[in-house]
């Protein structure tokens, strides 16, 4: 078991990584736990997968508790993120008479735990919320850190807010039955505290990325837990991005936004395997800066690549080129002019933010990467 402060002045709160904790809920969130009104009910938002898998366990802990769940369950995938879902979200909880005082519980992976902050952000100003996070992407990035959001035609989480929840309590049996794809993904996400930050870290994913992959539940806890130590430190610094700190999380996501745009945000690229391929380029690029070797450069995609997730840019078939990517990047949200903050390394296990990068230079750089 591992504990871990987030530790925001006035609002500081736990992560808890513990396997079989989804079965002790009611224990463990007890704090949290109050009921609405007179009744002792506990609202619970999951999509269909979750709810199905989970509902009972987490249902029959609750009852032992004295308490009931109150269901609310959206369809899996990034439509649930949209005004519609939200409104019914929002007007649900008003029927249900939430106060400030309430915690509504997020049951899902980075989905249900977007929407349900975003949603407990704005309900009677904010009201709280306990994220039980079901994927490993969730696990280790998502639901840690208090970004909340939509998505509207005019592109991903635009309309948001940060809002910090109350606890976050990982389970990490629950990835048991997470398709593989969708653990590699997330698996993404943990190389990238290595490759970010964490040297040592990085090495150790090296050598034992495929007990982490396995569920190995050693393995999967430490990785977890370094992943969140990480991130709750850069968070407790950096909570509103106004430093260069948490911008360190965006490693590999400018050109991965960029490739997701490309293909649609569809199922044909995830967005941790655009993640992926997105550490990949940034490391590639850094090696053409002069900053890392070409050998560590291949060291990170040799990680990647051997998690099984995307590590070549050709060998994703896009039909088009480099400047057709870089026009995705203008749109991002931390595009600032004409110009756009890149993360790039400056070894294996230190990244920082590069304000000098000149696009038609990673329009050229991409060609090539296309044609390789
Ligand atoms: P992310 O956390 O990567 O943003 P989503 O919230 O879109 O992911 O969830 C990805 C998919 O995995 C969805 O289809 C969701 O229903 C499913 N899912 C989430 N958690 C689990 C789990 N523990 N077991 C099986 N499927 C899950
Ligand atoms: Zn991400």
Not at 158 to 166: D, E, M, R, V, W
Request: charged content about 20%; overall charge negative; some cysteine.
């Amino acid at each position: 078991m591992a504990v871990i402060e987030v530790a925001l002045a006035g609002r500081a709160y736990d992560v808890v990584i513990e396997e079989g904790l989804l079965a002790r809920f009611a224990e463990a969130a007890a704090p949290f736990l109050k009921g609405y009104g007179h009744a002792r009910k506990v609202p619970v938002v999951a999509d269909t997968n979750t709810h199905r898998l989970y509902r009972t366990a987490l249902e029959s802990n609750l009852a032992a508790a004295g308490y009931a769940a109150d269901w609310f369950v959206v369809e899996p995938g990034e439509d649930a993120k949209s005004w519609g879902v939200l409104e019914r979200l929002c007007d649900w909880l008003l029927a249900l008479g939430v106060t400030r005082k309430d915690h509504v519980i997020a049951l899902g992976g980075g989905v249900v735990g977007d929407l349900v902050g975003f949603a407990c952000a704005v309900v009677k100003r904010g009201c709280g919320f306990v994220q039980v996070p079901t994927t490993l992407l969730a696990q280790v990035d998502s639901s840690v850190g208090g970004k909340t959001a939509i998505n509207t035609k005019a592109g991903k989480n635009l309309i948001g807010a940060f809002h910090q929840p109350s606890l976050v309590l990982i389970d990490p049996l629950v990835l048991a039955t997470l398709p593989d794809r969708e653990m590699r993904a997330g698996y993404a996400e943990v190389l990238k505290y290595g490759l970010l930050g964490d040297a040592a870290f990085f090495a150790w994913l090296e050598a034992n990325g495929d007990k982490v992959l396995a569920r190995e539940p050693a393995a999967l806890e430490h990785a977890i837990a370094t992943s969140i130590a990480m991130k709750a430190r850069i968070v407790a610094e950096d909570e509103r991005e106004t430093l260069d700190l948490r911008a360190l999380l965006n490693l590999g996501h400018t050109f991965g936004h960029a490739l997701e745009a490309e293909t649609g945000f569809s199922d044909r690229l995830l967005h941790g395997e655009a993640v992926a391929l997105g550490m990949v380029l940034a490391a590639k690029y850094s090696a053409r800066r002069g900053e890392i070797s070409q050998a560590d450069a291949a060291r990170a995609a040799g990680a990647i690549a051997a998690a099984g997730l995307p590590a070549s840019l050709a060998a994703l078939g896009l039909a088009c080129d480099g400047a057709a990517l870089v026009d995705h990047m203008r749109h991002d949200k931390k595009a600032e002019g004409t110009t756009l903050p890149f993360l790039l390394l400056r070894q294996l296990g230190e990244a920082y933010v590069a304000r000098d990068v000149d696009l038609s230079d990673i329009a050229a750089f991409l060609d090539g990467e296309l044609a390789a």
